[in-house]
Every structure is written in structure tokens, then in C-alpha cells.
């Protein structure tokens, strides 16, 4: 069985960093893109970026280009999310999730269970 | 960026009613490039079509997709109350991907 699970709940205050992780398993998990994707209440479902692990290319959408870094270590199954710098508008939930295909234009077949994160002072 | 309207934000319906929900796209996607997923109180999202009319594994037959130019359709032919959730469209034939912002399904 295909999962991706999530680290847990995080509060920062702004300007602090953080790291937030997604494990996955019952798969092969250097053949799959694995991406990230933003919810809030106000600007819905956004398409973050994605990772291929299996040789560390990653694509970033243009609106979080520079605002993120996402990485991968194969040797654990785990892809990362990062912020080194963080504004309260980075307050979301955030889920990684498995693209179905092994090609970049695939929908996203597996979700993990969301890691909510809150920014405030 | 591709911008997807969904239409209506909410739909309320008897159980065994039809919903129709729509997703209008502001360009063509290519390849019918087009998903929907069903997300639950306090879940993730989940697949439900893909290919704008292919049904993802495990999901029921009264659930399908449908396309007309950049216009896409998702029918639940009848609707039950395990499908009270929101539903949203996404492309991702150009990048980045793009979702709708949803279509909240209520039982009445």
C-alpha cells in the first residue's frame, strides 16, 4: 500500500526557519515525482513544486521560486520542505503528495495527511 | 497561469439526486489534462478522475468526468451522504498546475 506521512504540527515565529517532512513507502520511491502543495482559506489548493528522487530535479512554480527549497533523501524515502525565513503569511496546511505517472504532467494519486503549520509572534 | 472557475461554489441536494459540477478553464488544456478530487471534512484530497473522464482506482461508478472544449464536468449521478465534501478541478498539462478554487456538495 502507497503512503506518504507527514511530520507534525509546527509553530514558528517569523523570520525563524523550518523543516517539514513526507515518508514515503509501498512503493518505489526514487521512480515518482513527489510534489508539494499549499492550502489556505483564502487562496485554496496551490502547486508549490515537485521533486523527481530518484536524481534530485526539481521544478518550482514561479510564485514560490526562492521562497522554498525542497529537497530528497533517497537513502530514507523522504522529500523536505523548507523555509529559512518565515512570514505569517506562510501560515497554511501543507501536503506532499505522489504524481501518478512517472512524467511531470501527471495528476497527484496519493496525498499525505497534511502538516498544518502556524506563523505568529 | 491556466485559471480555472468552478461553478456553482455550492451545490445542496437531496440523497439520489444528480450534481453537476462544473470547472471552465481560461485556455485549452492540453491533452485533457484535467483532474478532480474530493476532499472530506479534515482530510487530504483524494483522486477521484483523471484524464478529465478516466475514474482513479477504487472510485465508484456514479462519479464520472466529462469535457466540452475548456469546459469539464464532474456528474455524481446520485448523490449519497458519504459525499457531503468539497470538489475541486485541477490541469496539469502546463506548469504550474493550476486547481479551481471548489464546489462545496451539501446533503439537505
Known amino acids: 500500500e502507497v503512503q506518504l506521512v507527514q511530520s507534525g504540527a509546527e509553530v514558528r515565529e517569523p523570520g525563524e526557519s523550518l523543516r517539514i517532512s513526507c515518508q514515503g513507502s509501498g512503493y518505489s520511491f526514487t521512480s515518482y515525482w513527489i510534489g508539494w502543495v499549499r492550502q489556505t482559506p483564502g487562496k485554496g489548493l496551490e502547486w508549490m513544486g515537485v521533486?523527481?528522487?530518484?536524481?534530485?530535479?526539481?521544478r518550482y512554480s514561479p510564485s514560490f521560486q526562492g521562497q522554498v527549497t525542497i529537497s530528497a533523501d533517497k537513502s530514507i524515502n523522504t522529500s523536505y520542505l523548507q523555509w529559512s525565513s518565515l512570514k505569517a503569511s506562510d501560515t497554511a496546511m501543507y501536503y506532499c503528495?505522489?504524481?501518478?505517472?512517472?512524467?511531470?504532467?501527471?495528476?497527484?494519486?496519493?496525498w499525505g495527511q497534511g502538516t498544518p503549520v502556524t506563523v505568529s509572534s | 497561469d491556466i485559471v480555472l472557475t468552478q461553478s456553482p461554489a455550492t451545490l445542496s441536494l437531496s440523497p439520489g439526486e444528480r450534481a453537476t459540477l462544473s470547472c471552465g478553464a481560461s485556455?485549452?488544456?492540453?491533452?485533457?489534462?484535467l483532474a478532480w478530487y474530493q476532499q472530506k471534512p479534515g482530510l487530504a484530497p483524494r483522486l477521484l478522475i483523471y484524464?478529465?473522464?478516466t475514474r482513479a482506482t477504487g472510485i465508484p461508478d456514479r462519479f464520472s468526468g466529462s469535457e466540452s472544449g475548456t469546459d469539464f464536468t464532474l456528474t455524481i449521478s446520485r448523490v449519497e451522504p458519504e459525499d457531503v465534501a468539497v470538489y475541486y478541478c485541477q490541469q496539469y498539462g502546463s506548469s504550474p498546475g493550476t486547481f479551481g478554487q471548489g464546489t462545496k456538495v451539501e446533503i439537505k
Open positions: 484524464d478529465a473522464s
Open positions: 503528495v505522489r504524481l501518478f505517472g512517472v512524467i511531470l504532467t501527471s495528476p497527484f494519486d496519493h
Open positions: 521533486i523527481y528522487p530518484g536524481d534530485s530535479d526539481i
Open positions: 485556455q485549452s488544456i492540453r491533452r485533457s489534462y
